[in-house]
C-alpha cells in the first residue's frame, strides 16, 4: 500500500505543539500548546475554540469515547477534564 499525505492543516506556532488528537469521529483534532489548547474544525480547517491552560503546557490529552470531554495532563502535575459543547 502506498502512503500519501490525504490532507494538511495550517497550524499555528508549529514549534511548540506538545500533543494532537482527534476526536471519536474525526471530525476536531485538539492541539496543545505551552498555555493553550486549540480545537480544530478537520473538514474546513476553521479553529473552534481556544484554551487557556496552565503556562507550562500539556503533556497529553485524550478524548473519552463520545467526545464530550478532554482529559488533558499537565506540566503542573494536574489532570484536568474539558467538557466539549456541540
Known amino acids: 500500500a502506498e502512503e500519501k499525505i490525504v490532507r494538511e492543516l495550517s497550524l ?8 494532537i488528537v482527534f476526536s471519536p469521529d474525526g471530525a476536531v483534532l485538539a492541539v496543545s500548546y505551552r498555555g493553550e489548547m486549540v480545537l ?16 507550562r503546557g500539556i ?7 463520545d467526545g464530550t ?3 488533558t ?8 477534564l474539558w467538557g466539549i459543547e456541540d
Open 12 to 19: 499555528p506556532k508549529p514549534e511548540t505543539i506538545r500533543d
Open 40 to 55: 480544530r474544525d478537520v473538514a474546513d480547517d476553521k479553529e473552534i475554540a481556544r484554551v487557556p491552560v496552565d503556562r
Open 59 to 65: 503533556n497529553q490529552m485524550q478524548f473519552n469515547g
Open 69 to 71: 470531554l478532554i482529559a
Open 73 to 80: 495532563a499537565g506540566e503542573d502535575g494536574t489532570v484536568r
